[in-house]
């Protein structure tokens, strides 16, 4: 795959299998890692810079991890490019602004990416579809020693791997895992769970990361600690928390089955007649409404649509995204119209008569 | 028919056809009546206003116009049998409270009915589907002279027949028009219209007559004068403004396709969506959306459902139909459930598996 296929490329992470894929949407890890011997990204100078980027593309090719993915400078790309790879979740925020010698690099199912000179030299992701952290750790642990091959990352016996933030220090490790929690959200119970998720340690963020907005009912928890503590074991605690959230979740959802199922029918119920029927609809809108769909699948409620449609359908109708496929720059009118319309063309056919 | 039937009997001027039915609902024309030598109703005293009931009962029945019909005492309704009633636009909100001495008579096809003992000692109506004031005129006059056959009305060779409001005096005839002009209100032309309505010496009024709101933009335009001039005169004008109404309606109408269909397709949408697929609607927002569909029936966005199916759910989702037909009474909240229900199944199959 180059480039110009991913906009129709889909992430594995999206399929939807996986354990517990009816709350987790998808579980990630991330490591920071850096090269001894250069200053950090935001404090070195434009040509060290370019010439670390030199040095991590040249490593990244040969651990062959990226064949049929790409490997890319974010000079050669578009600000729509950009934006369409951090809706596709491969990469963050901050790198969309883009340091000297940034760039990007994605396996060809999307699985594993790495940013480079975002805010460390490297920050290497796997993400995957469903609750398994497990499996994102082997393979990001096994693609972190082969880079470890032919690149030195500066690491310090006491502390461990060195960032460029203190946060990050230790195994600069991020392990989070995205679950969609509309049980907990209309059973009014989502506060006290969260506030106990804060208390355990972990960190709470909505669907874009840090500092983005709760939507759809789609929530972020993470680690907050990388320090003094071994990868496993940070696993393992998140783990042992993720699985009471999605107990109660679990619980929440048969609560609503009990005591308010009219109440969640008729959510799920218009949420399917806007999305199917509707010419005009926001980012936002589509996000809620996918949300009430994804949970009218999740407790069988909806059936004969691909829960896999639906994961798609929360990246694919992003700005970035409409418009690449359109092949132009659209005004939000311009975007409230196409997106109406690939949702449709999605879920299947509405009832107005197009002429 | 029986009265007992009545609930589940389709009352003609829903058949959705006539002259100009995509935008005029119905035709409506009625006419006080009141018996000479007798106190109006509300001056009346219990005696007489029974006598007067009885004398009005047996001269309908002897006019035959009410066969395979009803002739029924108020006394002997219930609240719910009497609510229906006005829901089906058959009696008043005033004949709800209930003279001494009221009673309503109603044909086989509810296209002719009298109210006896309300405002007057008859409020004689004819309600046909589309826009055909004559035939309305043709039917209830012909009434009219068959009753004068068996009573003796009150009438003055200056001032035509007597009323209990002077604002009645004259003919006694009211003739209005229901309409539907969703157009001019998506436009935000309506007010202006209205207004021109005024002047031309007509008056406006929601769905259920006097001092109701307006609701899925349906309006009843009406006479004011009755004094003065003869019956085919005041038909004629309103006829002259009505039609010109329905001339802007219908420019509004292709100009919203023009300029902002897509805005109008998302409307008839969701409506669309959103009535075959809730679990919980209110009488409202219930008018509001099939408002709107019936606008995409009418400017065919939307085929495969029958237009008098649209305009019978008008009157089948009303509170006191829902409870009849169910047969108990019922709170707001499980009438919200009843109401969906009824139209999902009206309008065909949703998405979510009743389980």
Known sequence: MNFENIIDAKSEWLNADGPNSDIVISSRIRLARNIKGYPFPHRGEHNSNIEIMEIILSALKKTGFFKGGFIVKMSDLSDLDKQMLLEKHLISKEHLIGQIGSAVAVSKNHDLSVMVNEEDHLRLQVLKAGFRLDECWNLINSFDSELEKYLDFAFSPNLGYLTSCPTNVGTGMRASVMIHLPGLVLMDLINKVMQAVLKLGLAVRGFYGEGSEILGNLFQVSNQI?????????????????????????????????????KLKDRIGRAYGILTNAYLISTKETIALLSALRLGMDMEYISGIDKGTINELFILTQPAHLQLKTGQALDPDARDIKRAKLIREKLGTNKINDK
């Open 226 to 262: 990388t320090l003094g503590k071994k990868e496993y074991e940070i696993i393992s605690s998140i783990t042992r928390v993720l699985d009471l959230v999605i107990e109660h979740e679990r619980n929440s959802r048969e609560m609503l089955r009990k005591t308010g199922e009219e």
